[in-house]
């Protein structure tokens, strides 16, 4: 339909006019006709033109009174600037975060600490209101919340007596992480009793576990998820409490345990092993700052202003102790994390053939923590095994190759921890009892980013957001 016929591209109409700059610029018609559209800028005073045909032809603004709305699907029109004006006066002008899109929810990273926006007596208020998710009447409908959508799941597996999910999707460094963990204590505290259970408490337990072992600082995000989670929290057949749960990993990226890009972090565990150094417990584990380890030092990041490493420790060793892991285990485990920092720092000499010192301090470090004598290490790193028929020979490798095997073995090593730690957790929250019913399940994926040269993994993980 044309402008000059359809009666909505007349003078005097506000719009939006694209801009490849800014995106989206607010200008009002002067003129329109079948074929041309011109338009004035507001705040450049530009007079610009626009084929009507053109896929970049202004779009119409919405009314007043509609900037702002909770629920997106109020707009009179639903398009990018519509959309991207109205979280953006929620934002900056309404202070909130979140913002309805039919029955989804849209976050926006405030990027700073919102602790009136979540805990226990926020969640309380919910309880006296309806979701807005297939309410007709004039109820008192919940503001948008992550607390509304986890809800919402709820009651419907209390209605319907089926299984629902939450999934947490969007771009890398938008929030993702803590809208899972908010859904999920959610689920605890409105599936519990008065008093928090053993369960409960161990559900909430497992959040700041999984973090430390499985989140790092990147450019965007001080605390990115680097792998995706999903954790189906299991009820009794009322739907009313929670009786277990279980988690899923997946992806893990075993790459950062040897390398980080500029300003990033390896994994929060080994900076937080690195703060406490000094502690008495910790005097067997040969630990240094985390500045002075090849595997934690490369994004010069070490230190960072929104994490405070050495409580995040004591608050985790809480936490595994609350799941049934005892302090003894606790170290063992800490003592492989440190091994891992020390083969990082292993000088690896020769040419065609590698060579390590037999006295290099962090090889024999390495080896101690990891229970190995030193030559053992030393030959896992500078010669491979080959299999020819009934034949096994070992064969020396090159320095660069030395430094390939080194790494790899790190990151295996990692790997095999990553997984015991979500098999404890999931031994702690497995539920003894028979009267299972449906579960509530929430996915927290990797965050989609896009870059100028796309590895494969990226590229699925962003065809997974999609």
Known sequence: MSAGSDGLFTPGTRVWVPNAQVGWEAGTILSANDAIISVVVDESGQKVTFEVESPLRPELQNPEILVGAEDLTELSYMHEPGVLRTLAVRFTQRKTVYTYCGIVLIAINPYQRQDDLYGQEKIATFGKKDTPFGIVDDADI???????VAKAAMEKLQRTNKSQSVIVSGESG????????????????????????????????????????????????????????????????????????????????????????????????????????????????????????????????????????????????????????????????????????????????????????????HCEAAAELFGLPTPALVKAITQKLVIAGKEKINKPLSREEAGYARDALAKHVYSHVFDWIVAVVNDSLASSETSIGSFIGVLDIYGFETFPVNSYEQFCINYANE
């Open 142 to 148: 919940c503001e948008p919340h992550v607390y509304a």
């Open 174 to 361: 938008a929030g993702k992480t803590v809208s899972a963990k908010e859904a999920m204590r959610y689920f605890a505290q409105v599936g519990g009793a008065d008093v928090e259970t053993s369960i409960e408490a161990k559900v909430l337990s497992s959040n700041p576990i999984m973090e430390c072992f499985g989140n790092a600082k990147t450019t965007r995000n001080d605390n990115s998820s680097r792998f995706g989670k999903y954790i189906a929290m299991y009820f009794g057949t009322a739907g009313r409490s929670i009786l277990g749960a279980q988690m899923r990993t997946y992806l893990l990226e075993k790459s950062r345990v040897v390398y980080q890009a500029e300003i990033e972090r390896n994994y929060h565990i080994f900076y937080s092993l690195c703060a406490c150094a000094d502690d008495p417990r910790f005097e067997n584990l040969l630990l240094n700052s985390a500045e002075s380890f090849h595997y934690t030092n490369q994004g010069g990041a070490a230190d960072v202003d929104s994490i405070d490493d050495k409580t995040n420790l004591h608050e985790i060793m809480e936490c595994m102790e609350r799941l049934g892991i005892p302090t003894e285990s606790q170290i063992e485990l800490f003592g492989v994390m440190s091994a891992i920092l020390h083969l990082g720092n292993i000088d690896i000499g020769g040419g065609e053939r590698a060579t390590v010192a037999p006295d290099d301090p």
